[in-house]
Protein backbone atom coordinates (compact mmCIF):
# COMPACT_ATOMS: atom_id res chain seq x y z
CA UNK A 1 0.00 0.00 0.00
CA UNK A 2 1.01 3.12 -0.89
CA UNK A 3 1.23 6.07 1.59
CA UNK A 4 1.41 9.65 1.80
CA UNK A 5 2.57 11.61 4.96
CA UNK A 6 2.17 15.23 4.97
CA UNK A 7 3.91 17.53 7.84
CA UNK A 8 2.54 19.59 9.53
CA UNK A 9 -1.05 18.46 9.85
CA UNK A 10 -2.07 22.00 11.33
CA UNK A 11 0.02 25.26 10.69
CA UNK A 12 -1.70 28.65 12.01
CA UNK A 13 0.64 31.79 11.01
CA UNK A 14 0.03 35.31 10.69
CA UNK A 15 -0.42 37.37 7.29
CA UNK A 16 2.57 37.75 5.52
CA UNK A 17 4.82 35.00 6.80
CA UNK A 18 6.14 32.22 5.19
CA UNK A 19 5.71 28.19 5.24
CA UNK A 20 6.41 25.26 4.13
CA UNK A 21 4.54 21.99 3.91
CA UNK A 22 5.94 18.54 2.89
CA UNK A 23 4.83 15.02 1.40
CA UNK A 24 6.59 12.27 2.11
CA UNK A 25 6.53 8.08 1.24
CA UNK A 26 8.60 5.32 0.92
CA UNK A 27 7.31 4.67 -2.83
CA UNK A 28 7.95 6.23 -5.80
CA UNK A 29 5.44 7.80 -8.28
CA UNK A 30 5.45 8.65 -11.94
CA UNK A 31 3.44 12.41 -11.20
CA UNK A 32 2.48 14.46 -7.74
CA UNK A 33 -0.19 16.88 -7.59
CA UNK A 34 -0.93 19.67 -5.25
CA UNK A 35 -4.65 20.39 -4.34
CA UNK A 36 -6.33 22.84 -2.18
CA UNK A 37 -9.90 22.68 -0.79
CA UNK A 38 -11.49 25.69 0.87
CA UNK A 39 -14.19 25.29 3.99
CA UNK A 40 -17.45 23.47 1.76
CA UNK A 41 -15.71 22.88 -1.45
CA UNK A 42 -13.94 20.09 -2.94
CA UNK A 43 -10.03 20.38 -3.58
CA UNK A 44 -8.97 22.44 -6.59
CA UNK A 45 -5.96 20.81 -8.34
CA UNK A 46 -3.30 23.30 -8.36
CA UNK A 47 -0.57 21.80 -10.19
CA UNK A 48 1.34 18.41 -10.85
CA UNK A 49 5.30 17.78 -11.19
CA UNK A 50 6.56 14.72 -13.29
CA UNK A 51 10.39 14.84 -13.21
CA UNK A 52 12.52 14.76 -10.13
CA UNK A 53 13.62 17.40 -9.19
CA UNK A 54 10.82 19.69 -10.87
CA UNK A 55 10.54 23.14 -9.12
CA UNK A 56 6.98 25.25 -10.68
CA UNK A 57 5.92 28.60 -9.45
CA UNK A 58 2.34 29.96 -8.92
CA UNK A 59 2.77 33.37 -8.00
CA UNK A 60 3.84 33.33 -4.02
CA UNK A 61 3.85 29.67 -4.39
CA UNK A 62 6.46 27.24 -4.87
CA UNK A 63 6.28 23.42 -5.92
CA UNK A 64 9.20 20.92 -5.77
CA UNK A 65 9.13 16.91 -6.77
CA UNK A 66 12.38 15.38 -5.11
CA UNK A 67 14.86 13.79 -7.52
CA UNK A 68 14.28 10.31 -6.32
CA UNK A 69 10.07 11.02 -6.99
CA UNK A 70 9.35 10.39 -3.08
CA UNK A 71 8.27 13.59 -1.78
CA UNK A 72 7.37 16.61 -2.71
CA UNK A 73 7.11 20.53 -0.89
CA UNK A 74 4.79 23.64 -1.49
CA UNK A 75 6.64 26.99 -0.09
CA UNK A 76 4.26 29.83 -0.01
CA UNK A 77 5.91 33.04 0.44
CA UNK A 78 4.04 35.86 2.28
CA UNK A 79 1.00 33.85 3.18
CA UNK A 80 -2.38 35.66 3.20
CA UNK A 81 -5.50 34.91 4.26
CA UNK A 82 -6.68 33.73 1.10
CA UNK A 83 -4.16 31.15 1.65
CA UNK A 84 -5.70 29.07 4.43
CA UNK A 85 -7.52 26.00 3.69
CA UNK A 86 -7.00 21.97 3.41
CA UNK A 87 -3.14 21.34 1.06
CA UNK A 88 -3.37 17.97 -0.21
CA UNK A 89 -0.86 16.21 -2.25
CA UNK A 90 -1.71 13.62 -4.49
CA UNK A 91 0.74 10.77 -6.04
CA UNK A 92 -0.32 9.81 -9.47
CA UNK A 93 0.54 6.64 -11.39
CA UNK A 94 -0.38 4.26 -13.54
CA UNK A 95 -4.22 3.77 -13.37
CA UNK A 96 -4.18 4.90 -9.47
CA UNK A 97 -3.94 8.34 -7.43
CA UNK A 98 -3.19 7.91 -3.57
CA UNK A 99 -3.79 10.95 -1.86
CA UNK A 100 -1.87 12.39 1.44
CA UNK A 101 -3.26 13.08 4.95
CA UNK A 102 -3.46 16.58 4.23
CA UNK A 103 -2.04 20.28 5.78
CA UNK A 104 -4.72 22.15 6.97
CA UNK A 105 -3.44 25.96 7.15
CA UNK A 106 -5.05 29.22 8.88
CA UNK A 107 -3.37 32.17 8.04
CA UNK A 108 -4.64 35.12 10.67
CA UNK A 109 -5.05 38.45 9.17
CA UNK B 1 -22.85 24.44 -15.98
CA UNK B 2 -19.28 24.09 -16.03
CA UNK B 3 -16.99 21.63 -14.39
CA UNK B 4 -18.36 18.93 -12.08
CA UNK B 5 -21.50 19.57 -9.95
CA UNK B 6 -23.40 17.39 -7.37
CA UNK B 7 -26.43 17.62 -5.76
CA UNK B 8 -27.76 17.82 -2.94
CA UNK B 9 -24.97 19.94 -1.49
CA UNK B 10 -26.86 18.87 2.13
CA UNK B 11 -28.57 15.19 3.07
CA UNK B 12 -29.98 14.50 6.33
CA UNK B 13 -31.29 10.81 6.57
CA UNK B 14 -32.36 8.18 8.96
CA UNK B 15 -31.09 4.87 9.20
CA UNK B 16 -33.79 3.24 7.17
CA UNK B 17 -33.98 5.65 4.67
CA UNK B 18 -32.95 5.47 1.11
CA UNK B 19 -31.42 8.31 -1.20
CA UNK B 20 -29.59 9.10 -3.95
CA UNK B 21 -26.17 11.27 -4.89
CA UNK B 22 -26.07 12.88 -8.30
CA UNK B 23 -22.89 13.89 -9.93
CA UNK B 24 -22.46 15.11 -13.44
CA UNK B 25 -19.30 15.98 -15.16
CA UNK B 26 -19.54 18.40 -18.07
CA UNK B 27 -15.49 18.18 -18.65
CA UNK B 28 -15.58 15.13 -21.30
CA UNK B 29 -13.59 13.01 -19.33
CA UNK B 30 -14.02 9.12 -19.43
CA UNK B 31 -13.16 8.57 -15.87
CA UNK B 32 -15.52 9.47 -12.72
CA UNK B 33 -14.92 8.80 -8.97
CA UNK B 34 -16.86 8.83 -5.81
CA UNK B 35 -14.63 9.30 -2.65
CA UNK B 36 -15.40 9.85 1.05
CA UNK B 37 -14.02 12.02 3.23
CA UNK B 38 -13.82 11.95 7.29
CA UNK B 39 -12.54 14.15 9.61
CA UNK B 40 -9.06 13.10 10.79
CA UNK B 41 -8.77 10.83 7.84
CA UNK B 42 -7.30 10.89 4.63
CA UNK B 43 -9.07 10.73 1.47
CA UNK B 44 -10.74 7.54 0.84
CA UNK B 45 -11.35 6.40 -2.52
CA UNK B 46 -14.70 4.27 -2.99
CA UNK B 47 -15.39 3.48 -6.61
CA UNK B 48 -13.82 4.01 -9.99
CA UNK B 49 -15.56 4.47 -13.04
CA UNK B 50 -13.97 4.57 -16.70
CA UNK B 51 -15.88 4.48 -19.77
CA UNK B 52 -18.90 3.86 -17.70
CA UNK B 53 -17.96 0.63 -16.40
CA UNK B 54 -16.92 -0.35 -12.82
CA UNK B 55 -13.20 -0.73 -12.68
CA UNK B 56 -12.47 -0.51 -8.91
CA UNK B 57 -14.10 -0.95 -6.04
CA UNK B 58 -11.93 -1.15 -2.68
CA UNK B 59 -14.18 -2.98 -0.10
CA UNK B 60 -16.87 -0.70 0.55
CA UNK B 61 -19.82 -1.91 1.94
CA UNK B 62 -22.92 -3.03 0.04
CA UNK B 63 -24.88 -0.38 1.26
CA UNK B 64 -23.29 2.15 -0.92
CA UNK B 65 -24.09 1.01 -4.71
CA UNK B 66 -22.86 3.03 -7.86
CA UNK B 67 -24.36 3.69 -10.82
CA UNK B 68 -22.65 4.96 -14.29
CA UNK B 69 -25.57 5.35 -17.14
CA UNK B 70 -22.96 7.50 -18.97
CA UNK B 71 -19.71 9.07 -19.13
CA UNK B 72 -21.24 12.13 -17.58
CA UNK B 73 -23.32 10.56 -14.95
CA UNK B 74 -22.64 9.13 -11.85
CA UNK B 75 -24.97 8.48 -8.90
CA UNK B 76 -24.40 7.03 -5.68
CA UNK B 77 -27.34 4.59 -4.09
CA UNK B 78 -27.45 4.90 -0.07
CA UNK B 79 -30.13 2.47 1.58
CA UNK B 80 -29.68 1.43 5.49
CA UNK B 81 -26.79 3.85 6.33
CA UNK B 82 -25.10 3.84 9.81
CA UNK B 83 -24.33 6.99 11.52
CA UNK B 84 -20.19 6.05 10.56
CA UNK B 85 -21.45 6.99 6.98
CA UNK B 86 -21.49 10.75 7.69
CA UNK B 87 -19.10 12.24 5.85
CA UNK B 88 -18.40 14.20 3.17
CA UNK B 89 -18.72 12.39 -0.47
CA UNK B 90 -17.30 14.24 -3.45
CA UNK B 91 -16.85 13.08 -7.20
CA UNK B 92 -14.27 13.94 -9.33
CA UNK B 93 -13.49 13.37 -12.98
CA UNK B 94 -10.53 12.67 -14.60
CA UNK B 95 -10.00 12.84 -18.58
CA UNK B 96 -8.72 9.08 -18.67
CA UNK B 97 -8.01 6.56 -15.95
CA UNK B 98 -5.28 4.99 -18.12
CA UNK B 99 -2.84 7.63 -17.05
CA UNK B 100 0.29 8.24 -15.46
CA UNK B 101 -1.09 11.52 -13.97
CA UNK B 102 -5.21 10.86 -13.36
CA UNK B 103 -5.44 14.56 -12.32
CA UNK B 104 -8.87 14.77 -10.44
CA UNK B 105 -11.19 17.41 -11.05
CA UNK B 106 -13.70 17.72 -7.79
CA UNK B 107 -17.55 18.41 -7.42
CA UNK B 108 -18.17 20.42 -4.69
CA UNK B 109 -19.14 17.67 -2.45
CA UNK B 110 -22.60 16.18 -0.43
CA UNK B 111 -22.13 16.52 3.40
CA UNK B 112 -24.18 13.61 4.52
CA UNK B 113 -25.58 13.00 8.15
CA UNK B 114 -27.29 9.65 9.33
CA UNK B 115 -29.31 10.18 11.88
Known amino acids: TQLLEQSPQFLSIQEGENLTVYCNSS?????LQWYRQEPGEGPVLLVT?????EVKKLKRLTFQFGDARKDSSLHITAAQPGDTGLYLC?????????FGTGTKLQVIP | ETGVTQTPRHLVMGMTNKKSLKCEQH?????MYWYKQSAKKPLELMFV???????ENNSVPSRFSPECPNSSHLFLHLHTLQPEDSALYLC??????????????FGPGTRLTVL
Open chain 1, 49 to 53: VVTGG
Open chain 1, 27 to 31: SVFSS
Open chain 2, 27 to 31: LGHNA
Open chain 2, 92 to 105: ASSQTRDSHYNEQF
Open chain 2, 49 to 55: YSLEERV
Open chain 1, 90 to 98: AGGGYQKVT
